[in-house]
């Protein structure tokens, strides 16, 4: 294999990496200071769930409530009213046409119309007419006044329960209003009530592929947060929080929450707190009180002990210093230049960093700040193994170039849009593939690039060395595509995903399996074919590493804590299976020189190292 290229400007490229990283520690302590502040969440219970429970159990759902209350309750989720809810609530009556029809004969009832009126005085169907555009018109049946429609209006949205809602804010609930989105209504937003936050339903919001009435619903937000729901990302969402803020919601799906134990539902509630910087904790009952009550407690113990406490959740946003970020690009520049300088060919690493420069720019539509965080995932991963691979002790180099860059995509790429988790830098998969073609060119000769592709096309392979190649490649491949289960969360996901959820601490299977390739690839101790392709494997457990950074709505000092804990496992595993390989090679040609003493080619050791 050939050397690296050392190039008379990697000092001066080094100590600008050196310098922007100055700006990128400060960011790094602005940004820590900023999630340690962030410790008060709000457990909302849905009212709809509630009350379907409460009237199982015979109690009223304000009373429930109060029994939840104690055990760290502290807001309410109320759902918008429809016309079916109205009629449950005994405020208006609905009748199909064809029950009309039979109750009213020749009274010009029509089978394929719909029928309401109010009830005991309400007077509520003049103010819901008016606020729909489907066209009406009133009819005396049998001495009562009916509003008849052209469709069934069940499920149009009616406005808020305003009674319920006052109440439950005079007790001192946080209020999070979850409205509908129906064409029908004339003025969506107008009626809402005076609460902290909305959570939309569906997967668009209101406004979503209408500019006109998206900037409407923007001016009538007023002072309400609306809330980035984990795993649901609403289309419209972004355009509407755009210079507003926004806060996140984690919840876990009616048909998940059943697949879980109480003790495995409050864990998840916890570390989508601790871990993944939600703040509001939007709880559905269990079927049974008594789980319920085993739930609430577990996620208020949980939360106590990781330091959060209860109370009205606040919707702050992280501003860092664009004069610092400006500061540390020079870092990601750096590192791409120093790749490719170190390239034997340099006119094919000059290629390189102009495509690559180009390409994290196009990607990013032109945006500084993420189209450098995405230069530094791709650049740090690689830029260790470039420079230096002849030594285990390489794998130490690699390992700290790979954390240097994690300083420099937090601080390029994080922001209030990716802390929320509304927007990060476009190009993520590359921060996978673009890390192991940077390695892999700076393998090709000095030489004419024909001849190299020929000299590869031509050479010998043993059946021996086939084999042993294409287990190299299965690993490869494991490391590859194996999913990062450490950083995984769902609120709609199924069982097993909630279960490769434990914790962001722990380390992904696919980095471990990287970084033991790298330590077995630089023990020296395979022929060169198969220390190459083990090499570029272990390129997958420093790209894992800046992956980790790159879930920007993890706290920073988690991912402190989950990088550390990756790679001490990984170092000991690796090790441990070096230490493996090495006994299992000694024995294999010791008993070669026992059986085999009469071919020096088998009973060497050397026939099976690295010529």
Known sequence: MPAPTRHRLAPLLLLLIVLSLIPALLLAGSRIRFEAAQKT????????????????????????????????????????????????????????????????????????????????????????????????????????????????PSFLPAGPNSALIGALKAQGYVVVYRPYDNLSVKTPGSDWPDVPFLAFNDDKIIGARDPVLLQQIRERLGNRVPAVITGSLQEGLDRLVAGNKAIRLFSIGSDELALLTPEEAATQFVLAASDRSHKLLYVRPFSTIRETEKLLTGIQRGLDKAGFHIGVAVASAYEPSNLLRWSCILGPVSALFLICLSYPLTRLGLTVAVVAFLGVFILNGGQPFPSFALLAAISFPALGLVMRRSRLTDWFVATGFSLVGAMFVSALGTDRDSMLGLDSFSGTSLTLLAPILLVGLSFVPRQDVRKTIYQVYVAPVGFGGFVLTSLVLGIFAFGLFLPNASTSVSATGSKVSQSLYGSTLLPAVSGLVGHISLLVALSNLLPNSLTLLL??????????????????????????????????VSLILGFIVLSIFKLVLRLWNDQGKKTYSGNPEISSPEGFRRP
Not at 536 to 561: A, D, E, N, R
């Open 535 to 568: 090499l570029l494997g272990g390129v997958i457990g420093q790209t894992s590493i800046l992956q980790t950074f790159s879930q920007f709505q993890v706290p920073l000092l988690i991912g402190f804590k989950s990088g550390f804990i990756g790679l001490g």
């Open 41 to 152: 969440v709000s457990i909302v219970m849905d009212y709809s769930a509630l009350t379907a429970q409460a009237n199982v159990n015979g109690l009223a759902p304000l009373d429930l409530l109060a029994r939840y209350r104690r055990l760290g309750v502290n807001g309410v989720s109320v759902y918008e009213d429809t016309i079916v809810t109205l009629e449950n609530r005994a405020v208006i009556y609905r009748r199909p046409g064809t029950k009309m029809l039979a109750l009213y004969p020749g009274q010009g009832v029509n089978s394929q119309l719909t029928y309401t009126r109010d009830l005991d005085g309400s007077n509520v169907l003049k103010g819901l007419v008016r606020r729909y555009s489907i066209p009406t018109r009133s009819q005396v049946i049998g001495s009562e006044h009916w509003t008849v429609w052209p469709t069934d």
